[in-house]
């Protein structure tokens, strides 16, 4: 089953994207200043971006 | 009069991370190993005196001042899903937790270009001997982070030819008695052992080959140990300046991996074609007890900067040195701990 995880933009950034939890995605991404955080709240907008 | 052997040491450390790096860590957000090293996290007190002061009359000192205070602690263990992915997280402390159990975290070290901290997850140290009434030894120092880590793997069926071994340094601030820590019961842990290995260097499978002897990987945060003492960096005790100052951050210096293997030699071997080349590519190395439980290091660009051949038991072999390099896309190091513990670095 595929994992998900929720990663929040650098520098306290608002955007919100939900990635696989692979490492080859997670990687480029973690280098880059994005770091996991909880589910956003509702009315928060979320990317859906498994390539990124 | 009875003795007291070090066999009887418990150590216990943080799992979790702390809040901050003055604020100690309770039982529960910390767990128990044991451990292959004596050595013990011995709490150092630098002092000065006043000899060199004019005003008293003579050379001598005549009164002594706490300066300072340091700890250290270094772990050696036969490595496990349990360690291995603990040491990554706080050694590399960039972490991302996915999974319902088995839990994997994957680490990279941190970024501060782009806004990530300078200052890696901190965690709480405890040795006790004969904790209780008849106590021995019960501390425990607060504020610790990770040096560096360093795995070696060997030829051969025993627990000694896969281990690691951490390196943690402190903030100074120790609670040297009655700590009020029950320490936990002993983590169970899934060994990682020598023989599950999987290995590609330069896009060279060493392991199918059957080529690998052994290798050594690791990573060094060169902590800046003298920048922890700034100027309201705290005390011993706080608010009271005799008790000697402690460090009010630990921050990574310029940090570096490391990676060398021994591999045998044979028609076709191209390490030192890829060494006059300078041929860059990745270096993945895997561990694994069962599916839920392993450790794989990714070096994501390497390129070899000595290569020697050798012999190791009058079987000509190679001895092979990488540069671990930054990759512009992945960095420079993915870590992943696949493991049945959850809340490591939380």
Request: hydrophobic letters at 40%; a negative charge.
């Amino acid at each position: 089953m595929t994992e998900f995880v929720y990663m929040r933009a650098p520098w306290g950034g608002a955007e919100v994207r939900r990635v696989e939890a692979k490492p080859d995605v997670l990687t480029p991404l973690m280098i880059s200043g994005w770091a996991q955080c909880e589910p956003p709240a509702n009315d928060e907008e979320v990317t859906t971006n498994v390539h990124d | 009069m009875s003795t007291t052997r070090l066999q009887e040491v418990l150590v216990c450390f943080g799992k979790k991370k702390q809040s901050d790096i003055a604020n100690a860590q309770v039982a529960a957000d910390m767990w128990r190993f044991s451990k292959i090293n004596a050595a013990l996290a011995n709490p150092k007190l630098a002092t000065e005196n006043d000899a060199e002061e004019y005003g008293k009359g003579h050379e001598f000192p005549t009164a002594t001042f706490k300066t300072a205070w340091d700890v250290s602690a270094t772990l050696e263990k036969y490595l496990s899903a349990e360690i291995g992915a603990w040491a990554v997280c706080f050694g590399l402390g960039k972490v991302v937790k996915s999974g319902a159990g088995p839990f994997v975290y994957t680490c990279t070290p941190l970024i501060p270009s782009a806004g990530d901290a300078a200052e890696l997850p901190y965690l709480s140290y405890v040795e006790q001997i004969r904790p209780g009434a008849g106590v021995v030894l019960d501390r425990q120092a607060i504020g610790l982070a990770v040096e560096g880590f360093q795995i070696t793997v060997g030829s051969g069926p025993g627990r000694a030819n896969s281990k690691i071994s951490v390196e943690l340094v402190g903030s100074g601030k120790v609670i040297d008695s009655a700590t009020g820590i029950t320490v936990p019961a002993a983590t169970t842990e899934k060994l990682l052992p020598s023989a599950s290995l999987t290995l590609s260097i330069n896009g060279i499978d060493y392991v199918t080959n059957k080529n690998i002897v052994s290798l050594e990987t690791g990573w060094k945060n060169n902590i800046r140990m003298d920048a922890g003492f700034f100027p309201g960096s705290g005390f011993q005790t706080a608010g009271d300046g005799s008790t000697g100052a402690i460090r009010g951050r630990l921050e990574f210096g310029n940090r570096a991996g490391n990676l060398k293997f021994v591999a045998r030699f044979m028609n076709g071997s191209d390490e030192y074609t890829k060494l006059k080349a300078q041929t860059s590519g990745t270096a993945v190395i895997t561990l694994a007890y069962d599916a839920n439980n392993s450790l794989q290091l990714t070096w994501q660009k390497i390129t070899y900067s000595v290569v020697e051949i050798a012999e190791t038991d009058q079987v000509l072999t190679v001895a092979v040195e990488c540069l671990p390099m930054y990759d512009s896309s992945n960095g420079i190091l993915t870590a992943v701990g696949k493991t049945t513990v959850d809340a490591i670095c939380q």
